[in-house]
Structure formats: C-alpha cells, structure tokens
C-alpha cells in the first residue's frame, strides 16, 4: 500500500526533471503537509462517450474545496489497458465555481483502445479529507473514482451516463436527506442504482470502510432506490463529513438477453451540520407516458415545513440533452410546472427520468427535497388505409409511420411492423402508456413486415367465410419499444363460393368404406353474374395422390341459397388411407370457384410401455376446437376423454394387448355465418401398447485404487426415469478412442457395485468404461424377444501405474536364495526387451519374459564369473493411450557364481 502512495507521490512532483534527491524531498514536504490538504477532494466521477471506432472520450468531474492549498492542474488516469499503467496526465479544462466554497474541476482527453474488452478507467488522487466518520484515517487514504468500459462488437458502442444534478449537498442533524444523481444514458440503456464501498489505494475497496448508518448510535437507514437512484439518508445522526458510493450500471438488450455494457461510479462527500431547518417536501409525481409530436404538462407542488420561500427547477435528459428539450418553470409559492413536446427523435423504449428539486431559503444549511419521476415517449400509431377481402384471404395496406422521416436509413431498415388481427371490431382506445395491443384483448399476432417502408401485408391464414376480421399494427424500430397501436380496420371475407362442413369417417373398412362430404352454399355470391341453374361437383383424392378425381356431381337445381348439402361416399378404403375432398359451384354461366380442401381426420397410434399416444392430423378448413377420444369394446364407444390438443395419452393399458380407439374432432368456422360446432370422425385404429421406452442412463461412478489393481464401480438409478430396469450393462474400451464394447451383465437389478480384477486375471485397470440399464426381456409385437437399452452414463478413463524395477545383485551359487537375477514384483507391464552385457560389451544374456530370471549362465551354456555386469530394459507398460515403451539401463553384481570365468 505504502509503496504504491509513494509512487503516486513521486510521479506527481513537479520537480522530478531536477534529480532524484529533489523529488524525495518534495514527497516529504507533500507527507508532511496531509492536513493542510486535507479538504481537497469532496467528490467525482468519470464518464465517457464514444468518438469513433476504438476511441472514446473520457471526461473526469471533481468537486473540491476553492479555498483549500492543494489544487490539480492536471491528474493521471489510468486507461485500463496497457498493464493498467498511468499512461497519461489531463490537463484541466475548466473551473466552475459553486456556492459553499466548492467547485466543479472539468480534465478531458481522447484514448483509442486496441480492441473490444472490459476496461477499468481510474482516477487515484492522496487527498481524501480528514476526519471522515466512515472512513478510519481518511486522511492517508487516497481519493478513487473509477468507470466500466465495456467495448463489446455484438451490443455495440457505448455512452456512458451523465450526471447531471452535482455532487454537492449538505445535510443536518435528525432530517432526511436525499440526493439525486440525475443520471442520463444517451443511448437510451435501462439504468440501475446500488450503493458500493468507496476505494482508497489502487482503486481496491477501503479495508475498514461502513455506510454512514453503521456510524449512528441508534437504528437509522441509508439506501438507494434501484430504479429512480434516489438516494435517502433517514436520520442523520452524527455531525460530521461523511463519504459515499453509488453505482449506475448500464443493462442493454441483446439478442432478447441484458447484458452490462457500462458503469460510472460517483464518489461524494456529504456533511452533516447541526442545525433546525426541516426540509421542503415535493408532493409525489406519477411516472407517465407521451405520445411523439403531443403535449405534456405537469403541475409540481412543493411545501416547507418552517414557513421558508423555495426555489424550485428541474434536471434530467429530457431539459438538457435532448433534440425537443422540455421546460420547467417556477411559478413562485411552491408551485412549478414542467411542460414538453416531445418529437420523434425522443422516442426510445428506456423512460426518461427528470428530478425536480426543492430547495429552501433558509439563512442556516440550506436544504432540499427531490421528487423522481419518468418519462416514456412512445412512438404514434400508423395510419390504416385499408383492409381488402380476396377470397378467403385479406391483403391489410397501411401508411408508413410518420416517424420514418426523422430516423437514420438504418433504422428503417430495421424496423418492423407487427400485424395483430382478432375476429369482430373492439371499441379499445389505449392510453399513452398502453403501448403494443395486450394480451387480453383477443389480438393475435399473425406476421411482421420488415423496414418501416412496406405497408402491405397479406394474411393467408384460415380464415373463415363470412367472418369479420379486424387489424390493428404496431411499429417498432431499434431502441424505440412498442409504438401505440394504430387504429383498427376491419373487412368481411365474402361467402362467395361453397364452403364444406364435414368430412367425416361413417365406416372403417378397406374395401367398404363410407365417408360424409357436407357443404355449405356460396350465400354471398353475386346471381347476376352467376344466375341458375346450379350444381355441385365434388373433388377428390386419396392422402399423398397428386391427381384430384371428380367423384361425384349433384342435380341441378334453381336456387342457390338452399339448405346445407351432403354425399356420402361409399365403398372406399378408409382404413388405410385419409381422403382429401373440395367443391366447386357451378352456374349456368360457369364455375363459380372452389372450396378449400378438407380432409378426412387420421387417427396415428404410436405404441408405448403400457400406454399409446394417439395422434389426430389433417388439414381442416376451419378452427378444430377439441377433441372427444372413444375406445371401442364389446359393448361399443365408450368416451375416455377429452382434450384441446390434438395427441392423447391413454395409459395404464397392458402391453401386448390390442386397444382400438375413435376420435371425433370439434370445429368452428370464425364468425356466426356457419353455425358450429363441426362434428368430424377419424377412422378406427387399433394398436397393442410395448414398452419401447428405455431406461435412463444411470449415474456411474468409478473409484480406481491403482495400489490394490482394483477399480471398483458404483451406479444409481435416476429417479423419475422408467421403473422397470432388470439390469445393467458394463462397457469396456482398453484404449482411449476405442469403441466402448461390452464386458460383464448384471442380470439382478438389484447389483449396483462391481470391483474389476478383483481376483488379479485383468491385467489392467487402464481403459474407458460406460454402463447402461436394461428393462424387462420380452416378446415383441413380432414374437421375438426383445428388450430396451438405455443410452450410456458418462464415460469415465482411467490409467495404470506401471511398477517394474530390477535389483542389483544375486548369488547364483544353487543355495536356493538369490541364485538368479528376476524382476521384483511387477505390474501392468505387457512385455520386455532386457539384454545383459560383461564388461567387455558382450551380450551374455537376452530375455523378452518380464520376470527375466536369469540364473547367471552365459548364452552358450557356461556359467559367467562374478563380476560387474550391465544391462538395458526396454519395458513396454499398458497405459490409457496405449503399449508405451520405456527404456533405462542399470549393473548389476553376480557373486559367488560357481562356473569358470567365461567373459
């Protein structure tokens, strides 16, 4: 600590050109003289802003006492790059002078970083003040503001905050005080506020640093809002300097995720002064909303408790930092009004937050109350043009926001309509903080048009004849958030042409199958153009066919607005195959058009353990609503549920047994031009349930004790998996990247411990090992017996610890003890190269067998004499990865041999 204050010292002398003793004895003095300084720094901050590419504009703000000896014309800052080394000094740009002896110090300067990362910009000054209640020995701790720089390519360039109301207000004993920051993000980021420790030597957090209401005698509450950044000292009750922290941290949205993009941290003094004014109170402000290119009026009240006159005003982005600024007025007598029209280049989703502060008169400290509010500008609601009815589809046209004039080209590129559609008009009309259409409205989000320059959008979707559509859009472009919902415009699909109402499943059969075709007339039609007489044809094909048959055609008849109309179509299969089917009216003056196609309702079963999940599909003209499941038995249909989807599970069934089911859907056409509900039936289907669904993998667990050469194995069922294991399966790859074969079965259910070469017959421990669960061996739907495997545990490797050495004499004198020359006990060792050599170089002995035993014969018989003799071992060890070879080489001493030297 100590080492870092001196060198902050000594890179501050002025003197420093002059020599090195000069410096030292300019530290002393600058040491001595701590309490003369001590009033110097009383808050700061540092912000920044983007300048182009890689470079930003870094501002650092400091209040401190005018009158005090200590002053900086210029200060270090530390980058945050480059070994977060000080690598440069700002001058200072201006002075702004304060009532209460403060003033505001201004040092700016541009840096350009070498890429995107986080950087930790730092200011370190020695000249914190003396005798701060929260700080013990405050006067040797240093003064530390630092700021978050994130520069990130995926959320874009960043702005810091601004802080616009300064860091300077006192406070008195037993009364509330409340600051304010006035923070404004430029880019429109959400903002949140918390408190945070101040920092002394290298920007680390003050060791024995408290809140100020760790320093009241009795219970007492300092905090911050998170949202607004107000932030509220309860009572006061220590007179005294006191320092704190707040931070403002930046949260943008990125591919549907906040992510941080930034943070300023405001470092200030607050001082407590024994005093008997009260504070003015501001009555509470709403937070609201404003509609771009409307008007915004609000009246502010504020009293003083002690009779004292008030000046009141205003901070915030929306008064000073904005294209449109507002204006707030004090009109005298507590009372202040703040107007604002907003235009389009104030949209953005992030509200703006104005502070409106109450300042009294009084002759001791002067003091204050603030009143947080937000502001949200929403963009207008486009204008519709008009709703057209072709078919049963509609084509909504609308004018471009009006915003798009004043927003960059690559904002209306990326900016998207949303179109929401409901059947029947509402009478809704949204204030200006009911942005987008909500949810309980009947709305549906039906499509987007991309870049705020196409108006048009065609709704394809199934719609119903004779219903009535109504479509209301909202407009969004990057940073605005929801526009106000544009007024609504409805049409009515005409029912021109016929519109079927069944197709319906009266007969399962493959030969003798009957399927019902319903319609309903074209009501709607125009019989000047098309006048009678009128028939029907019906056309049709089977699931999958690309050629459309006419299957049938009705007798004619002179009126066209007659009752409903049905055929049945007979003697077809129906148990294998679905069937598609349209109608086309037909005049004396020609075809009138064709219905949409319908289809006959499927019913797919898929088999399962003790269950079937049964699956309705098919394209139907109208809305299916539900569906009534009936499964057949001796005494007929019996209903067995109900459900809004269209798959059912019908469980706790016996496997191998067959089940045969029913399904009748329920439909709708929107509107109340055909009357609902449409009643249609599947085919019948039958299936017998299996159990197909395999365990879970269990969780494996492996403990390798290479001493013992045992691994020994562990495994659980999960629960909540399927209930039926019977077993458990154990794999084995020897090598590391070898498939995974099966080893060893456990057919007891029950086993849930395993210890490999427990009787020493592996060899290895080494290899990679899996297991998995078995369920139940039995038959098939085919008759062959079959059973289901889960997928694999986790796979766990694990090595050998080779073991082999040699000793380094033996007495091959037929004793029985130490006559020939063997390995000590060895383990995971696959094969050896050993060579024996005299002194002379001669190879005497040569064995590939691990355990040599080398009885001290020469290679042609004789016995070799006593002696030094050198040997090389080429081991080859069983490992993970592999056979490893490894090599060394050793003597070894033969005595007492009892054969002629034979070197």
């Known amino acids: 600590m100590m080492v870092a204050f001196f060198g902050a010292l000594f890179r501050s002398c002025p003197g420093w050109i002059l020599g090195v003793k000069l410096c030292a004895l300019l530290v002393v003095n600058q040491l001595s003289i701590n309490e ?57 740009e201006s002075i702004q002078l304060l009532e209460d002896d403060i003033q505001i110090n201004l040092y700016r300067g541009n840096h350009t970083y070498g890429g995107p990362g986080v950087f930790e910009i730092r200011v370190e000054d020695p000249n914190r003040n003396q005798g701060v209640l929260n700080i013990p020995g405050s006067v040797d701790v240093p003064f530390a503001i630092s700021s978050l720089l994130i520069i990130d390519p995926i959320a874009g360039h960043n702005n810091s905050v601004q802080l616009l109301n300064p860091a ?29 420790p101040c920092r002394g030597f290298d920007s680390d957090i003050i060791p024995d640093y408290v809140p100020p209401d760790e320093v009241s005698p009795n219970e007492d509450t300092f905090e911050i809002d998170p949202t607004y950044g107000d932030v509220t000292w309860e009572v006061p009750q220590i007179a005294g300097i006191y320092n704190v922290a707040l931070r403002i941290q930046e949260w943008r ?18 001082t407590v002064e024994s005093c008997t004014n009260q504070p003015p109170v501001i009555s509470a402000i709403p937070d609201t909303c404003v509609v771009a290119g409307s008007f915004l009026s609000l009246i502010v009240n504020a009293q003083d408790p002690d009779g004292d006159n008030l000046d009141l005003d205003a901070i915030g982005g929306p008064l000073s930092e904005v294209e449109n600024p507002a204006q707030f ?14 235009e389009c280049p104030e949209v953005r989703e992030a509200p703006y937050q104005v502070v409106v502060r109450a300042e009294d008169n009084s002759n001791q400290v002067q003091l204050m109350d603030l009143e947080s509010f937000q502001i949200r500008v929403v963009a207008p609601g486009v204008v519709m043009n008009d709703v057209t009815p072709i078919g049963n589809t509609m084509v909504v046209d609308w004018n471009p926001n009006e915003c798009i004039g004043e927003l960059p080209a690559w904002k209306v590129d990326a900016g998207v309509y949303s179109v929401y559609r ?18 309980d409205l009947g709305y549906e989000l039906i499509g987007t048009v991309e870049g705020l320059l196409n108006t048009e959008f065609i709704d394809t979707d199934l719609l119903s004849f004779g219903a009535t559509y109504c479509y209301r859009i909202v407009t969004e472009w990057p940073g605005s958030g929801e526009s106000m919902a544009g007024d609504e415009m409805c049409a009515t699909v005409r029912k021109d042409i016929p519109v079927i109402t069944r197709v319906s499943v009266e007969s399962t059969d493959e030969d003798n199958g009957i399927i019902e075709v319903r319609w309903s007339p074209p009501t ?51 148990q294998n195959q679905s069937w598609t089917y349209r109608l086309e009216c037909v005049s004396s003056s020609g075809s009138m058009g064709y219905s949409s196609p319908a289809d006959s309702p499927w019913l797919s079963i898929e088999p399962d353990d003790n269950q079937l999940t049964l699956t309705i599909t098919g394209f139907f003209p109208w809305w299916v609503e539900g569906y009534r499941i009936f499964r057949l038995d001796a005494s007929g249909e019996v209903l067995i549920g109900e459900s809004s989807q269209a798959t059912y599970f019908d ?46 993998p269990p969780d494996f667990f492996l403990e390798s004790d290479c001493v013992e050469e045992i691994n020994h194995f562990a495994w659980d069922n999960i629960v909540g998996c399927a209930d039926d294991v019977m077993g458990y399966q154990l794999y084995w790859a020897p090598v590391l990247g070898d498939s995974l074969s099966p080893i060893v079965q456990f057919s007891n259910p029950e086993s849930l411990t ?40 986790d796979t766990i490797c694990v090595d050998n610890c080779p073991y082999y050495f040699l000793p380094n004499v033996f007495t091959p004198n037929f004793d029985e003890y130490n006559d020939s020359f063997e390995a000590f006990p060895w383990k995971f060792i696959d094969s050896v190269d050993v060579r024996i050599f005299n002194r002379l170089g001669e190879e005497v002995f040569q064995t590939t067998d691990p355990w040599i035993r080398w009885d001290g014969r020469h290679r042609d018989g004789g016995m070799c004499a006593d002696g030094v003799y050198f040997y090389t071992a080429k081991v080859f060890t069983i490992r993970l990865i592999g056979i490893v070879e490894e090599q060394f080489s050793g003597e070894l001493h033969l005595i007492d041999g009892v054969g002629p030297i034979n070197e």
């Open 36 to 92: 003369a300084q001590a009033t110097h720094n009383r808050a700061g901050e540092i912000t920044y802003s983007h300048v182009e590419g890689l470079t930003y504009e870094i501002l650092i703000t400091t209040y401190t006492k005018t009158s005090a000896p200590a002053d900086r014309p210029w200060l270090y800052l530390y980058w945050g790059d480059e070994n977060d080394e000080p690598i440069d000094s700002l001058e200072r």
């Open 168 to 196: 300077q207000q006192n406070a008195c004993l037993f009364q509330t005080w409340i600051h304010n920051p006035g923070a404004h993000d430029p880019d429109g980021d959400l903002l949140t506020y918390d408190l945070v």
């Open 253 to 270: 949205s990125v591919e549907g995720q906040l992510i941080k993009v930034g943070e300023v941290v405001r470092d200030m003094q607050i």
């Open 329 to 342: 007025t004090d009109l005298g007598a507590g009372i202040g009004q703040f107007v604002w029209s907003p």
């Open 422 to 439: 409901r059947v029947d008009s509402l009478d809704w009309d949204p204030d200006a903080c009911e942005t987008g259409i909500p949810d």
């Open 524 to 574: 709607d039609a125009d019989t000047l153009i098309f006048p009678g007489p009128y028939y029907y044809n019906v056309w049709g094909s089977t699931e999958g066919s690309p050629e459309e048959i006419q299957f049938h055609q009705t007798a004619e008849s002179p009126f066209l607005n007659q009752p409903e109309q049905g055929w049945f179509h007979e003697n077809i299969d129906t």
């Open 651 to 696: 469980t706790g069934l016996v496997n191998n047994q067959s089940y045969c089911y029913r399904v009748e859907t329920l439909g709708n056409y929107d509107g109340d031009a055909i009357e609902g509900p449409l009643l249609n039936w599947s085919q019948e289907a039958c299936a017998k349930p299996f159990d197909y669904t395999p365990p879970c």
């Open 754 to 793: 395993y210890t490999w070469n427990e009787w020493g017959n592996r060899g290895t421990l080494a290899g990679c090992f899996a297991i998995t669960a078995l369920d139940s061996l039995l038959p098939g739907p085919d008759g062959e017996l079959r059973r289901n495997e889960s997928l694999m545990s």
